[in-house]
């Protein structure tokens, strides 16, 4: 299987705090991107990471993609209660994209 | 842009029925897919299109559901009987290279 594993399942952080989530992955990829889903709705692309690349940065996230480990990370720091929502790492296979189970992120304020 | 135009937003359909999503994708975009999201399997990808042919259709649960591009602007998603296992939201999404995907809104589908 392609799909990709994250970790942890679910986070429950403090407003400010950061917030890190791990994704792997089993065979090589063509560039690994992170989505955002609020409840009920729609995926929101964040950010993507080629396979030549190391680290990526947008905003208050950070990308780092590790190929000889086949991992990335997703950091978002000074988290805000509107970060409340549920987050999927997406590996590129050819012109398919597949996608992790999620980490579930809550942040309480 | 509206972005990738899902619609209905909601159906509920009697187990039997036809059910037809339609996807409208975002004017440029090359790539077209279809996913369905359930809490057991998360995010599946059905098939995909590229320059409205069909590439891969591995993801398709089987022969009651098939999925339509005749133009570069409209997608359709059937399924044909349908059954209470294909409850789920059916999202469509599209893509110009590889520069991300737009998700639509999706459409929760509920067989009864």
């Known amino acids: 299987s392609q799909q990709g594993e994250e970790d942890p399942q679910a986070l429950s952080i403090q407003e400010g705090e950061n917030a890190t989530m791990n994704c792997s992955y089993k065979?090589?990829?063509?560039?690994l991107q992170w989505y955002r889903q609020n409840s009920g709705r729609g995926l929101v692309h964040l950010i993507l990471i080629r396979s030549n690349e190391r680290e990526k940065h947008s905003g208050r996230l950070r990308v780092t993609l590790d190929t000889s480990k086949k991992s990335s990370s997703l950091l978002i720091t000074a988290s805000r209660a509107a970060d409340t929502a549920s987050y999927f790492c997406a590996m590129e296979y050819g012109n398919k994209l597949v996608f992790g189970a999620g980490t579930i992120l809550r942040v309480k304020s | 842009d509206a972005g990738v135009i899902q619609s209905p937003r909601h159906e509920v359909t009697e187990m039997g029925q036809e059910v037809t999503l339609r996807c409208k994708p975002i004017?440029?975009?090359?790539?077209l897919f279809w996913y369905r999201q359930t809490m057991m399997r998360g995010l599946e990808l059905l098939i995909y299109f590229n320059n409205n042919v069909p590439i891969d259709d591995s993801g398709m649960p089987e022969d009651r559901f098939s999925a339509k591009m005749p133009n570069a602007s409209f997608s359709t998603l059937k399924i044909q009987p349908s059954e209470p296992r294909d409850s789920a939201v059916y999202f469509c999404?599209?893509?110009?290279?590889?520069?991300?995907?737009?998700f639509g809104s999706g459409t929760r589908l509920t067989v009864v």
């Open positions: 004017s440029g975009h090359n790539s």
């Open positions: 065979t090589s990829i063509n560039n």
């Open positions: 999404a599209s893509s110009l290279a590889s520069y991300g995907y737009t």
